[in-house]
């Protein structure tokens, strides 16, 4: 096997274990459920685990460079206008792509999914256009946050309360393991090249903004189209009994997966080669390796998907609706805590950007800094959402004042940790949080009789928000450390020039 392949399994096997003992655990003393629904949620935890180790390997092989290499010609050209259009299309075609909005869109009935899908992908092109302008002409991310943010939360007094939270976490699932390493990498590549004091910083911060897009365009179209009721499809929970019952539902899901991977990535693929023939930036080797990503990225979605999608799904609802049917429900505010401490670790994205922040920052953000805060801040935003499920209070009581207080914070954090932080929050909302903890939080909701629409949508967009807050209070203590350490050295150096002062005194008065 293939020695960093072998690596990268490893890691995904350390980040998968802890919430595959958890659940394990759970189904045992608090919300037993059928063998074959746990045969499955253990194999479909084994083709994760090696799902994932095929796509981190694939994305640093074939997106991240790709990504990169686009964005660094993108500042050569001098046709503005049409770099714009190129990244619009790129926008919409890898939203387009995204497994996690497919995910979304099928519980939403009342408005057709090619609409919603259209709809969020321009949202995203949009605004990773806008992201693309703030990196040329340099305009502060933070202004364009409250800005953007000031029209989202206007927009919503207008739209019907039962689309608010589908809205956004349509923000959160646009940002998945397609999405995230190839506009991150594109940032790096447009900032680079300008090689001043804000191009490090300005390297991060597409993500956050490319969230904000799905959000926008899904109330535009719950206030412009005929709706009508707001309802969810109806869920399912396939009936296995035996081992070859378990066998038969991942051999027939394989096919469907393969062919939905195959359909995201090739679009990609095409602009890539495109762009290839036309600037021929890539050397012979490079596009080898490129393309060799690309198989493992393939390969690696392919079996993560299959196995979050046919073992979480059944598992996360079964576990949230048996748990909140009985007198134990408030202990799913602790249970579901300490998953989201632990799930977030097991999201794909997640390493990319921790990686991707240890080396922009040369190691002065460790990744596991960044990986202890996203499970911080992912852990308080279940609580929250399950509190919130139990209880039917509004969203908005959460998420006003969660992304004020994220806002506020950005005029007293180093500017790196802004994008850092927002960046974040798209991250975290990845495959597991789509396919496991929105079906917990479904299977909660009927349990308890509440709201689907209103209570258990939403849950994304609750753990997309507290990274926000948790990281840039990291950059807070960060500031405060790095100011503390430039004064010990100003200390020093004015002592030792003291020193030698009092030295060359002494020698003169001898």
Known sequence: MNKKLKEKIGEAFSSVLPISIIVLLISVFFAPVPTGTMMMFLVGAALLIVGMGFFTLGADMAMMPMGEGIGVQFTKTKKLWLTIILIFGMGV?????????????????????????????????IFLVLSILRIFFQISLSKLLIISYAIVLLVSLFAPNDFIPVAFDSGGVTTGPITVPFIMALGLGLSSVRGDKTSREDSFGLVALCSIGPILAVLLLSIGYNTGEANVTSFEIPEVVTTQDVVRQFTQEFPVYFKEVLLALTPIVIFFLIFQILVRRYHKRQLLKIGVGFVYTMIGLVLFLTGVNVGFIPMGYLVGFTISASALKWLLIPLGMLMGYFIVSAEPAVHILNKQVEQVSGGAIPAKSMSLCLSIGVCISIGLSILRILTGISIFWFLIPGYAIALILTFFVPKIFTGIAFDSGGVATGPMTSTFLLPFALGICAGVG?????????????????????????????????????????????????????????NNYA
């Open 93 to 125: 075609i890898i939203t387009i792509a995204e497994p996690d909005l497919q995910v979304l869109v099928k519980q939403v009935t009342a408005i057709p999914d090619l609409v919603l899908i259209f709809a969020v992908a321009i949202g995203v092109g």
């Open 450 to 506: 509440g709201n689907i629409m209103t209570d258990a949508f939403g849950i994304v967009a609750m753990v997309a928000m507290t990274p926000l807050i948790v990281i840039q209070i990291l950059g807070v203590i960060y500031g405060r450390k790095m100011k503390a350490l430039k004064e010990n050295e100003a200390n020093e150096m004015a002592d030792t020039d003291n020193e030698v002062i009092s030295y060359e005194e002494e």
